[in-house]
């Protein structure tokens, strides 16, 4: 459900009073011409909201008159990367598409890459958060960096209020208690309220970046870079697997382990989300953009969203969640239009006003600095989003569609008991490493 938006005027004045006119430099080139048109008609695709993406297009287009040649088509996630590759294959395809974090890798070959010379790596880096790096390849940048969806918890104020707890954990070791307190069963064992939703995969929507946060919580890599460069797995390193990863795959399943004091969850439960908005779930891991839809739900409930719990003995905040980007097909007739374009809408006041109309926070580093506005109707939640995009950690995801399924036979076989833990996660990085394989050598 999109949020109601302030003129883009405002935010205009707001942002770039506040910025100034050296962050956006670096656009200078791609979006010179001034307001007065210049360029072909421009098609968007992508999987946010078309009301609050048609608005602030309309409005941005009042600042500049080349945004009045775009036009924006809404897709269904679950299928847009199907329909995009065969809208390419065909030559149908839009002239820009959003290219999520985790499809980057996958999709390069599709894409145009904006050479170094005309945006370089540590310019990209200066402007965009580190989530958005896996957008960079050795020989240019894949996308322009827009929307940052983090992971937050959502904690029922009723329910931990009853149980006598005041405020939601900071650390993962807090947790275990608090699931023991607030989870509530039948005479029979049953669960009847949980206490949060881990340990399973198919009633948890965000498990796989649930279970990938962990792992980078705790020191372990799912995929990392070697000296040459390419891309390898690493939930196992050296022949063994690595110890962050068997802490994370232990701790995240045994919240649905009957035998475990902690125990909360199973796979009978409904789905989580709707599960918390009913009010049968006191803490819920879910993204930013998930908190209208919670509020659509059950407008009566008393809820909060709060950061996602650390590792208390860890030196740096980690966070996981999804990255967006504006990506141009490689061979895109319409090339130079479509450059303009993705460089306007990857501007500061653009960003900002996008970021507000959708609910979750800015990829650019300078509007992150600036906080969430307060001239706008935003979410309540908005400053917590803002400083949560600042600790997001991506990895480079070879396949999204087959790594949720060695994610999930991660999980099931773990809390089934089928597998150890040790034999689990190096299961998953043979498959991995076997994706990698796939994928950069169809890159090459």
Known sequence: MPKKISTFQIILLAVFGAIGVGAVLIFALATAGGGSGGI???????????????EVLREAAQQDNRLSQVTYVQKDPTTFEATLANALASGSGPDIFVLRGDEALYDANKVYEIPYSSLSQSQFKTTFVDA???YLSPSGVLGLPILVDPLVLYWNRDSLATAGIAQPPAYWDQVPFMAQTLTQKDQTGLVQKSAIALGTYQNISAAKDILATLIQQAGG???????????????????????????????????????????????????????FAGARLAMYVGYASEEPLIQA???????????????????????????????IPRNDPNLQSALTVAYLM???PFDSALAQALGVAPA???????????TTA???????????????????????????????????NTESGAVQVPDAIGRANQQITNLLG???????
Not at 322 to 327: S, T, W
Not at 380 to 390: I, P
């Open 40 to 54: 072909s008609p421009v098609t968007v695709w992508g999987p946010f909201d078309a009301n609050a993406m048609k």
């Open 132 to 134: 958005a790096d896996l």
């Open 221 to 275: 890599q799912i995929t990392m870079q070697n000296s040459a460069g390419q891309y390898v797995a690493g939930l196992s390193q050296g022949g063994s697997t690595s110890k962050g990863a068997q802490n994370a795959l232990s701790f995240y399943t045994e919240f649905a382990n009957p035998s475990q004091s902690d125990y909360s969850w199973n796979a009978a439960q409904p789905d989580a989300r709707q599960t």
């Open 297 to 327: 739900a059950n407008p009566n409930l008393n809820f909060a969203a709060a950061a996602i719990p650390q590792v208390r003995s860890a030196q740096n905040s980690v966070d996981g969640g999804q990255v967006y980007a504006l990506a």
């Open 346 to 348: 990857a501007s500061a």
């Open 364 to 374: 650019r580093r300078d509007v992150l600095a600036q906080g969430a506005p307060t």
């Open 378 to 412: 935003a979410t309540s939640d908005a400053s917590l989003f803002y400083k949560m995009a600042l600790i997001v950690r991506t990895w480079a995801d070879p396949n999204p569609l087959e790594t949720a399924s060695v994610f999930q036979d991660m999980i099931e």
């Open 438 to 444: 796939q994928v950069q050598t169809t890159s090459q």
